[in-house]
Structure formats: C-alpha cells, structure tokens
C-alpha cells in the first residue's frame, strides 16, 4: 500500500498527521473517515502556487461535491480557493461556513427556481448556465428583484476523454451545457439580445474526472480559445474568463500514473499562452476546479475485521464493517483501492483476499482482490485515497448510520463530522 502525505509507520502502525490510527478506531469506533489535514492544505497551496493565482489572477475553484462538510469550506477559503457548488444543500453548507459568495460558482444542469433564487439573494459570484430553460430562469428572477447576475456559459466541446462512461462529460452525447456543434452556444449568446439582467463574462466545460492524459486538456484549451475569439468579433461581446473544469486524475492503485499539480497546471498556462498568441487575443482569467486532486489521497477509511469466510479453492472473503454505504465507487465505477493493516504494518503479504462490505448486495465488495498479510477478525484494515466521493456520495442504505469525519493535523485529531445515531437516521420519519 502507498503511504500518502503525512502517512508514517511508528512501532509497526500507521499513523496519519501523527496521529496513532489504532487508537482513533478504537476511540471513535469504525468505519471512520479520517482527513490527512496537512495534505489537503498542501494540494491547495500547490495549485495556488502553479496556476499563478496570485502573479495571474487565475482562479482555482475546489469542486465541492468531492467532499464539502463547514469545515472543508473553512480550509479551502483559508487556501485562498473559490468553490463550486452544485446544489441548495452545497451552496447552504458554504453560507454556514460564512465562505466568501463572490468566489462561487454555482453548477448544475437542472438548478431548480428555488435554488436559483437562493444563489441570487446569496449574492453568489457565478452561475454557470446550463441551458436555456435556466437562462429564461435567471432573467426572470433578476429582473424581478432588479440585480445583475454574472454569469458563464457552460459548453460541451465535444471531447471524449478516456475514463469511465459514467464519469464522462465533454462528449457531444451529454446531459450537461450547450452543445457547440448545432450551434446552442450561440443561440444562447443571441439570446442574450433580449436579456437585461444578465451579464456574460465567461466560458465553461468539464470534460470528465479522472483522467491521466494532458492532451484533451489541450485541445479544451484551443476550442475555448478559438470561441473567445469568435464571440469577440460576431457578437462584440468580451470573454474575459475561461474555465476548464476539473477532471485531474489521481493514484488509486498501482496502475494509476497522475501528473504532478506542478505540471498540469503548467501544461495548461503554456498553452493558454500559445494559443492566445497564435490567434492574437488577449489570454483571458483561466479557471479550473480541481476537486479529487485536492481531496483523494487526503483521505482514508478504518474498517474493523468481522468475518473471514474461506471458501477453499475459490476465494477468502475478509468482511468489514462498512462497504458500499460509505464507499460506493467500487460498486459504481468498478474503482480500485489499496489496503492494509494498520497494527502491523510491515509485514509481508501473505495472502490473497476480497475485501467485502456488511450491506445485503453481492456487489457491495470494496476490493475485488488484493494481497494482504496474516489476518484475523479485530484487525483495523485501512483503504486509503477514500477523501473524494467517499463520504460525500455515502448514504443509509441498510439503515446504516454515516461514519465519523475525523480530521488529523501535527499530532491532534478534531471530529469534523459526527458519526449518525441511528436516531439521527429516524429524525425525518413520522412515529406513528
Ligand atoms: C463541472 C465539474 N467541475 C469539476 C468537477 C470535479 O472533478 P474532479 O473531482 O474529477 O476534479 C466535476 C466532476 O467531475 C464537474 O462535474
Ligand atoms: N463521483 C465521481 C466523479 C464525479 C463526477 C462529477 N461530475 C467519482 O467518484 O469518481
């Protein structure tokens, strides 16, 4: 297993920000999320340091829904970040950690009129419109409170990235932002004509998440380029902000080779530059939102051993006390992870197992085959990379409560996010 950012190994156990991850299991209990802090803080700054956002004015939006509980907010505005946020329930959670509303950007392709509202009267910095019915939408509740919203386009630039189907989003066939090729993009910009109330400063589009390769990145960077420049001179209008989305993939298991921050963001700036020249434009503000990038390898799930069924000749089934409620990307995604144990670390890997969740799912295995070392039920086994779209896509099927985010920073541990009573699950439901 990889040791990521402040990972350490005292006395054979895993410690993480210096913290003993034995002893938060056994204090806190398992499953346990637990949040290297150091290494959250550390992604930040290196995007901050590489996309030039103080020398360029660039801007880095932390793309919330990787994880996003009030204190997660406090720490990406300490790091100088802006969010992007995609829901009511995301932008609430922001206005409770008091996070400055002129550095959100507020995504989704079906905003609802309520939520829209809420954005407006927030003071939210940027809609990124979807489509039309959205644009209709924002008119109408601007005009009616009589205020001027800023707003970006988002575009689907017709580039296929290669991950998996379902984390796919640039391609032509998608759910999400106006098409280019029949010509949405600039029905909307015409539409713009009629509209008082809305003022377009930018240009949006995400082509996928997780992904390795830098040359789709530069073809984004060309078409959106090339757009700024046909905007200027059909329809007079300044594109002064492009964003690229987020998307950067990150090492789960071995086969997984990202880039550097360092070099994304390098490869991104270059050609920005180059093409600008080439084209003789001015380069506009470049945005991304970075959201498995910054989170991922910061966070890391303790599980308690339970039952170890050896099903001889076939497999060796090691259960945990979580699963798909806590990490559903497996099941979703096929994703891999790595483990190990945290109380003995070291020790050579002897045997071959499946790491299974407790829900009432065949499917619910976290890992499908690994080698792990001597086991026995008690053993604390860990799977790392778990902080983005762990605990934010986690949810109570079963009736199983939601773990504990445990934060760890130079030697101390702060619960972040309580784990759920089972009376916290029941709070919503009639008694009678
Ligand atoms: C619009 C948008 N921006 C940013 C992201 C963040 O992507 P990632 O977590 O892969 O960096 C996503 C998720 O894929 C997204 O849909
Ligand atoms: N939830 C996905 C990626 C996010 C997609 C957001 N547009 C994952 O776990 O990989």
């Known amino acids: 297993m990889k040791l990521h ?22 204090k806190y209990s398992t499953p346990l999320y637990v949040l290297d802090e150091e290494l959250v803080r550390k992604n930040c700054r290196d ?15 932390y793309a919330g829904k990787a994880f996003l509980p009030i204190y997660m907010c406090k720490i990406i505005n300490e790091e ?16 409770k950690a008091n996070f400055p509303m002129k ?27 979807d489509n039309f019915y959205e644009l209709d939408l924002i008119e109408s509740i601007c005009k009616e409170k009589n205020t001027i919203q800023e707003i970006y386009f988002r575009i689907t630039p017709g580039i296929e990235a290669h991950t998996h189907d379902y984390i796919k989003t640039g391609q032509i066939d998608s759910k999400f932002g106006f098409t280019l090729v029949n010509g949405d993009l600039f029905n909307a910009i015409k539409k713009l004509d009629e509209y008082n109330h809305i003022k377009l400063v930018g240009l949006h589009a995400h082509i996928g998440s997780q992904i390795f390769e830098i040359d789709p990145y530069m073809d984004e960077v060309d078409i959106m380029m090339d757009l700024v420049k046909e905007i200027k ?14 998307g950067i993939g990150v090492y789960y298991t071995k086969e997984d080779k990202p880039k550097s921050i360092k070099e994304f963001c390098e490869s ?7 093409k600008c020249n080439k084209i003789g434009i001015n380069i506009p503000t470049l945005v991304i939102e970075p959201g498995r990038s910054i989170v991922a390898n910061a966070g890391s799930t303790l599980y308690t051993i339970g039952s ?21 990307r497996p099941s979703l995604y096929q994703a891999g992870y790595e483990c190990s144990i945290v109380n003995k670390m070291g020790q050579k ?67 972040i996010c309580k784990k759920q009573s089972y009376e916290n699950m029941l709070e919503l439901e009639l008694n009678s």
């Open 80 to 95: 100088n970040l802006c969010l992007d946020v995609v829901s009511g329930g995301e932008l609430y959670t922001a206005h």
């Open 349 to 415: 890997n002897i045997n071959q197992v499946t790491v299974a969740g407790k829900c009432c799912e065949s499917g619910d295995i976290l890992i499908t085959e690994t080698n792990i070392m001597d086991i026995k039920t008690g053993d604390i086994l860990i799977t790392t990379s778990t902080g983005a779209y762990g605990y934010s896509m986690a949810s109570n099927y079963n009736k199983i409560p939601k773990p504990a985010v445990v934060s760890v920073y130079n030697g101390e541990e702060k619960i």
């Open 308 to 328: 170890i069924k050896d099903i001889k000749d076939v497999r060796t089934y090691v259960s945990v006390d979580g699963g798909m409620t806590d990490n559903i």
């Open 268 to 274: 991104i700036i270059k050609r920005a530059e180059t």
């Open 5 to 26: 950012g402040s990972m350490t190994i005292e006395d054979k156990i895993l410690h993480i920000g210096g913290v003993n991850t034995l002893e938060i299991a056994n």
């Open 103 to 129: 550095n959100i950007f507020f995504h989704g392709n079906n905003k609802t009129t309520e939520e829209i509202k809420m954005g407006i009267e927030l003071g939210v910095g940027k809609f990124v419109v």
């Open 233 to 246: 001179e059909e329809y007079n209008i300044e594109i002064k902000e492009i964003d690229l989305g987020g």
């Open 47 to 61: 995007y901050v340091k590489h996309f030039k956002v103080k020398e360029n004015k660039n801007k880095v939006a």
